[in-house]
């Protein structure tokens, strides 16, 4: 018999348009009589008093409902305090009415019942049907009017520098969820019992379970959903809503198939440019050079992906490219001739972990529309910084875990475009000595006071 509680507390959208109803009905007799004895006396005393005792029944089950159902107290909190005083408002009315030789007066006190049940009630449907159940149909002018925010969710957007560095999970993944799934499944309007607005809620999955599997996308509702046909009951979001667009969904099945991590960057997926290329925040003054370049030949990029570069546009239909030797670790200094004949067209160069000395900064300069540069966990030293000078477009530089020293960062002063320098995890995290610069620099070094137990040896 443990189900009869909380059955009674599902009752509860059914039971509140009792008191509603009688209350309201109460009110409306108050109003269309002229004096208490009207002829109307009975009726007015039998509706306060039906309607409040039915109120103590929708206060009951609606308590129940919020106590089996998983409602936060937040959420309900005004609704409950609200719903108990139109209660109470109703039996002192009740009491009230025989007492009463000022009709005005208890026609105030029957006004202030009218608000406060529609007060709760509004409450109540807000709990049920969300905030903005009733403006969302209105024109966009109307609801910025009324407060609603029109732009709900702005989506995923991406820095055209630097995405690789992001969190595929936080950045990319829940901002497509928040665009297209948040407002059917949130914690409050849960639809199929399933949160997709956090971490945890897409963890935890909906009434039939989990709803990702990492390395399986086909297997995983989070994505399987969104390709069904459009008139399958179960595609997702439901098809007279806005849909996904196409990169948003190949976004998502990347994710499961390249593992479903919490902590992984966008870099280690390795992603390609068309799937981020509407995404990708276009600033006023573009990122990279603007430039007539024509566009390196087919037969020249497919030659370079032989020997081990990965080469891609910097974005749709730029001319300008980026390289990486992300599969190229045995390269070194000589190596770079490779991509002499690229010139003005090499963007991006992604040196990281490879057999590189410093040597190597003094041809740079081949490349005048190089942008951004990383050089991470390489040997490069802090004397061979001076040689970068020539650089006039570079305005990322990347050097984390490299041996750099405070001092040798002044020689990057003189070059006109840079703006920000990484170095985490090199001799700058920390080091107090380090000055501010015309660029920003992130040494991510924030040193910690010493504590007892550093010293203690195991
Ligand atoms: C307009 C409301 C709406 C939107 C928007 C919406 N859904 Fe749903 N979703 C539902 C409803 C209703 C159900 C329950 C019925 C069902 O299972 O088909 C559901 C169920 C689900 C389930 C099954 C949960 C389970 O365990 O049974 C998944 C998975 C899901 N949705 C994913 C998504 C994703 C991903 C998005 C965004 C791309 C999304 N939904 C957008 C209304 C919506």
Redesign the pocket.
């Known amino acids: 018999m443990d189900f009869i509680v909380p059955l009674f507390g599902r009752f509860h959208p059914i039971l509140v348009h009792l008191p509603i109803g009688f209350l309201l009905f109460g009110v409306l007799m108050v109003f269309l009589s002229k004096e208490k004895d009207s002829g109307h006396s009975q009726s007015i005393q039998l509706a306060f008093f039906v309607g409040s005792v039915s109120a103590v029944l929708a206060s009951i089950s609606g308590f129940l409902q919020y106590h089996y159902e998983g409602f936060s107290w937040e959420t309900v909190q005004f609704h409950l305090a609200l719903g108990a005083l139109t209660t109470v408002t109703g039996f002192y009315l009740t009491w009230d009415f025989r007492k009463t030789v000022n009709w005005t007066s208890f026609r105030w006190k029957s006004f202030s019942l009218l608000v406060l049940l529609l007060f709760t009630g509004h409450l109540g449907g807000n709990i049920t049907h969300g905030e903005e159940y009733l403006t969302e149909l209105l024109p966009d002018g109307l609801r910025r009017l009324l407060g609603d925010s029109t732009d709900a969710e702005q989506g995923l957007t991406l820095p055209e520098s630097g995405w690789e560095d992001l969190k595929y999970y936080e950045n990319v993944v829940q901002p ?2 928040n665009s ?2 948040k ?3 949130n914690p409050r309007n849960k ?4 949160d ?1 607005s956090t971490l945890e809620g897409l963890k935890k ?5 989990v ?1 990702f599997h990492a390395n399986d996308a086909e297997k995983s ?2 994505f399987s ?2 390709v069904l046909p459009s008139d399958d ?2 595609h ?3 098809k007279e ?1 806005r849909q ?1 667009q196409k990169e948003e969904i190949e976004l998502i099945k990347l994710w499961l198939e390249t593992g479903a991590s919490f902590e992984g960057t966008l870099g280690e997926a390795r992603p390609a440019v068309k799937l981020l290329d509407p995404f990708f925040e276009r600033l006023e003054v573009p990122f990279y050079p603007q430039t007539e370049l024509a566009e390196v030949s087919a037969d020249s990029i497919a030659a370079l992906k032989k020997m081990g570069f990965f080469v891609e546009p910097v974005h749709l239909g730029s001319a300008l490219l980026k390289v990486s030797c992300l599969n190229f670790p045995d390269f070194e200094d000589a190596d770079l001739s490779k991509l002499s004949s690229l010139g003005g067209n090499l963007a991006y160069l992604d040196l990281n972990d490879t057999q590189i000395s410093g040597e190597i900064l003094s041809q740079i300069t081949a490349f005048p529309n190089l942008t951004v540069l990383k050089l991470n966990s390489t040997l490069i030293e802090g004397k061979d910084l001076a040689t970068l000078q020539q650089s006039p477009n570079l305005k990322h530089l990347y050097l984390n875990g490299t041996q750099i020293n405070p001092e040798d960062l002044a020689a990057l002063e003189s070059l006109p475009a840079l703006e920000k320098v990484y170095a985490y995890d090199t001799p700058l995290s920390g080091n107090p000595a380090v000055k501010k610069f015309r660029f920003s620099l992130e040494t991510g070094g924030y040193s910690l006071p010493p504590i007892p137990s550093d010293t203690i040896v195991y």
């Open positions: 497509i969820l297209n799934c407002s059917c499944h639809k199929g019992e399933l997709l999955g909906g009434e039939n379970g709803v509702e989070l959903r969104l009951d179960d997702m979001p439901p809503k996904p």
